[in-house]
C-alpha cells in the first residue's frame, strides 16, 4: 500500500504570494490532519477532514485554509505569505472517525521557505 | 499548561545500550491514548508504540516499550539495544475524548536521540 504522498517536497516563495499544498492520503483513509512544525513551536495543528468536511480547526489566522476533495486527497492554502510561515508542513491520514487509539500516519512534509 | 512534556530536549547513547526518553502528560479523562512516534532526518512521522489508558500491560513493540505509570502520568518510551538508525526526534503525543467531535491528537516538544558507534 503506497504510504501519504506530499506534493511538493520543498517550496521557496517571497512574502506576500500564495502557495498550496497537497497531500494524498493512504488508500481508504478518509481522515486527513495537517500540521505545522517550526523549531520554536514544535508541532502545531491546523485543521482536520473528514470526507470533505472540515471536522476541527487549530488556532491559525484564516490565510490557512485547506479542502477535502472526494477521493480523500487533501490540499491546503496559506495567502499573503510571511516570513513566520516558513516551516514543515506534514500532512497526516488515518483510516476513520478517529479514536483514542488511532494512530496517523504521516507524509514527509512540505519544507516551505519564505524569503 | 502543557498537555505533553518531554523534559529532555537531547540523549545521547551509546550503540547497543538502553535508553528511556521520558513523556508525562495531563488529562482529567479516563479514556486517552498515548503514543510515541520517530522522526527522521527525512522528516516522515513514523508511528512506534501505542498504549491505551485501560491497558494493565506496558505495551512493547520489538525493541520498543512504554513504560506506563498511570497514576504519575508518565508514558517513557525505552528503546533496547540501541542502532545507530535509531538517531532520530522522538516525539510523545496523546489523543484524548472527543472535543468538538474528533480526538486531535496533541505533542510534546520532541527528544532528539543521537546513537554513538
Redesign the interface.
Known amino acids: 500500500k503506497a504510504?501519504v504522498t506530499q506534493t511538493p517536497r520543498y517550496l521557496i516563495k517571497t512574502r506576500g504570494q500564495q502557495v498550496t499544498l497537497s497531500c494524498s492520503p493512504i488508500s481508504g483513509h478518509r481522515s486527513v490532519?495537517w500540521y505545522q512544525q517550526t523549531p520554536g513551536q514544535?508541532?502545531q495543528?491546523l485543521f482536520?477532514y473528514?470526507s470533505e468536511t472540515q471536522?476541527?480547526k487549530?488556532n491559525f489566522p484564516g490565510r490557512f485554509s485547506g479542502r477535502q476533495f472526494s477521493n480523500s486527497r487533501s490540499e491546503m492554502n496559506v495567502s499573503t505569505l510571511e516570513l513566520g510561515d516558513s516551516a514543515?508542513y506534514?500532512c497526516?491520514s488515518s483510516p476513520g472517525l478517529?479514536?483514542?487509539?488511532?494512530?496517523?500516519?504521516?507524509?514527509?512534509?512540505t519544507?516551505l521557505s519564505v524569503l | 499548561a502543557q498537555k505533553i512534556t518531554q523534559t529532555q530536549p537531547g540523549m545521547f547513547v551509546q550503540e547497543k545500550e538502553a535508553v528511556t526518553l521520558d513523556c508525562t502528560y495531563d488529562t482529567s479523562d479516563q479514556?486517552?491514548?498515548l503514543?510515541w512516534?520517530k522522526q527522521p532526518s527525512?522528516?516522515?512521522?513514523?508511528?512506534l508504540i501505542?498504549q491505551?489508558?485501560y491497558d494493565e500491560q506496558n505495551a512493547t513493540e520489538g525493541r520498543y516499550s512504554l513504560n506506563f505509570q498511570k497514576a504519575r502520568k508518565s508514558a517513557n518510551l525505552v528503546i533496547s539495544a540501541s542502532q545507530l538508525g535509531d538517531s532520530a526526534m522522538y516525539?510523545c503525543a496523546m489523543?484524548?475524548?472527543?472535543?468538538?467531535?474528533?480526538?486531535?491528537?496533541t505533542?510534546?516538544?520532541?527528544t532528539s536521540l543521537i546513537v554513538h558507534p
Open positions: 504510504g490532519s514544535g508541532l495543528f482536520e473528514f471536522r476541527n487549530g514543515l506534514l497526516a478517529g479514536a483514542t487509539n488511532e494512530k496517523l500516519f504521516f507524509g514527509s512534509g519544507q | 479514556s486517552y491514548g503514543f512516534y527525512s522528516g516522515e512521522m513514523i508511528f501505542y491505551g489508558s516525539f489523543r484524548e475524548g472527543p472535543k468538538g467531535g474528533s480526538y486531535i491528537p505533542f510534546g516538544r520532541g
